[in-house]
Antibody, heavy 117, light 110 residues
Framework: EVQLVESGGGLVQPGGSLRLSCAAS????????MHWVRQAPGKGLVWVSR????????SYADSVKGRFTISRDNAGNTLYLQMNSLRAEDTAIYYC??????????WGQGTMVTVSP | QSALTQPPSASGSPGQSVTISCTGT?????????VSWYQQHPGKAPKLMIY???SRPSGVPDRFSGSKSDNTASLTVSGLQAEDEADYYC??????????FGGGTKLTVL
């Protein structure tokens, strides 16, 4: 079964850090670009970051550039998002998704990140 | 970069057709044939319904179709069914390895 499972979310204080993980199974993880997409409570989807299949190139939304770092471990079939200097406006469900033809093909169930004092 | 513009809501009766628009600019929707559409039921993860403007992934009913004209893309749902009631989001490649979503449209089946 093709599956993405996120973990690592939780409650963190403003200015703090958190590392999200996304475990992939049922497909050849190393062949796919991967993305993080977030959704604030009651709001729409927002693209956050992308990494190429071999991890050689990354890109970020302006709102997280310089604070978030995307990475991957193809041997372990895992995607990561290191989030530093967290702000209240980063509060959201964070989804990982496979990238295929500039679309987000397979989605995980999401992990909730809450930034609050 | 501002989000793509979608109507907040749309509705139709069972069996009818409804079209949801998604307006961007020549830098995103109008510049690339990489518009995709997602269905999201409450509390669930989004699901890819349309990619590359009008292509359907395996398993998506052919009641769902997509098109594009200039800077506006559209998703049409024909033969509306109760299970089609959900939020729908468009997305477009925006160049320079960036992607952008629309604000979402809540589809109600009357």
């Amino acid at each position: 079964e093709v599956q993405l499972v996120e973990s690592g979310g939780g409650l963190v204080q403003p200015g703090g850090s958190l590392r999200l993980s996304c475990a992939a199974s049922g497909f050849t993880f190393s062949s796919y670009w991967m993305h993080w997409v977030r959704q604030a409570p009651g709001k729409g989807l927002v693209w956050v970051s992308r990494i190429t299949s071999d991890g050689s190139a990354t890109s970020y939304a302006d709102s997280v550039k310089g604070r978030f770092t995307i990475s991957r471990d193809n041997a372990g079939n895992t995607l990561y998002l290191q989030m530093n200097s967290l702000r209240a406006e980063d509060t959201a469900i964070y989804y990982c998704a496979t990238g295929n033809s500039h679309a987000f093909e397979i989605w995980g169930q999401g992990t909730m990140v809450t930034v609050s004092p | 970069q501002s989000a793509l513009t979608q109507p907040p809501s749309a509705s139709g009766s069972p069996g009818q057709s409804v079209t949801i628009s998604c307006t961007g600019t020549s830098s995103d929707v109008g510049g690339y044939n990489y518009v995709s559409w997602y269905q999201q039921h409450p509390g669930k993860a989004p699901k890819l319904m349309i990619y590359e403007v009008s292509s359907r992934p395996s398993g998506v009913p052919d009641r769902f179709s997509g098109s594009k004209s200039d800077n506006t893309a559209s998703l049409t749902v024909s033969g509306l069914q109760a299970e089609d009631e959900a939020d729908y989001y468009c997305s477009s490649y925006a160049g320079s390895n960036n992607w952008i979503f629309g604000g979402g449209t809540k589809l109600t089946v009357l």
